[in-house]
Nanobody, 121 residues
Framework: QVQLVESGGGLVQPGGSLRLSCAAS????????MGWYRQAPGKQRDLIAV???????NYADSVKGRFTISRDNVKNTVYLQMNSLKPEDTAVYYC???????????????WGKGTLVTVSS
């Protein structure tokens, strides 16, 4: 059994900051890429940031320069530091991880249940 649990969402004013965390737990051998997605009301779920096991990162244009993804491989945790937040960043944010439960070439995608971020004055 593997679980991803997000935390850190909430209400913030435009221009403010939030830091999301996502901890993976359970029977884990190793974790490949970890990422953050978001889904605004009535819209599809989009990838906004991803980090490989080696620490390489990639961002959606909409968050580049404002959001920073990082990870702690000892704690099996991925973070998303969100600065200069805008109302259009309002969404449910989901954590995703490619996890191997035993040695092998391929992992399995796991998802957290999501955490709501609301940017409003």
């Amino acid at each position: 059994q593997v679980q991803l649990v997000e935390s850190g969402g909430g209400l913030v004013q435009p221009g403010g900051s939030l830091r999301l965390s996502c901890a993976a737990s359970g029977s884990i051998f190793s974790i490949n890429a970890m990422g953050w997605y978001r889904q605004a009301p009535g819209k599809q779920r989009d990838l906004i940031a991803v980090i490989t096991s080696g620490g390489s990162t990639n961002y959606a244009d909409s968050v580049k320069g404002r959001f920073t993804i990082s990870r702690d491989n000892v704690k099996n945790t991925v973070y998303l530091q969100m600065n200069s937040l805008k109302p259009e960043d309002t969404a449910v944010y989901y954590c995703n991880a490619d996890i191997l439960r035993e040695p092998g070439p391929y992992g399995v995608d796991y998802w957290g249940k999501g955490t709501l971020v609301t940017v409003s004055s």
